[in-house]
């Protein structure tokens, strides 16, 4: 069983900043990738940022500068850090975590509930 929980989300003005946190609980399961995705309202949900097994990370362009995805592996802990956030940046924000059980082939995705970030102008 995996279970996904994200925190620090809320409300921050223009330019403000907020760090995410997402702890996975998880029992014979192997973590590769760890992610953070985003929903706005009436739109798709789309990639922030993502970190592999490797330290290797990648971004979606519109927050390339200003956010920082980073992970504790001894905690099983991924956090995003959002500088400089925009209005545009308004969304529920949802951890992602992907790998396998132990003696496994299929690779499985497992999802937060989901945060909220709102920043006003």
């Known amino acids: 069983q995996v279970q996904v929980v994200e925190s620090g989300g809320g409300l921050v003005q223009d330019g403000g900043s907020l760090r995410l946190s997402c702890v996975v609980s998880?029992?014979?399961?192997?973590?590769?990738?760890m992610a953070w995705h985003r929903q706005a309202p009436g739109t798709q949900r789309e990639l922030v940022a993502r970190v592999t097994s490797g330290g290797g990370t990648n971004y979606v362009e519109s927050v390339q500068g200003r956010f920082t995805i980073s992970r504790d592996n001894a905690k099983n802990t991924v956090y995003l850090q959002m500088n400089s956030l925009k209005p545009e940046d308004t969304a529920v924000y949802y951890c992602?975590?992907?790998?396998?059980?132990?003696?496994?082939?299929?690779?499985?995705?497992?999802w937060g509930q989901g945060t909220q970030v709102t920043v006003s102008s």
């Open positions: 998880a029992s014979a399961f192997n973590i590769d990738d």
């Open positions: 992602r975590v992907g790998g396998r059980y132990t003696l496994s082939n299929v690779y499985r995705n497992y």
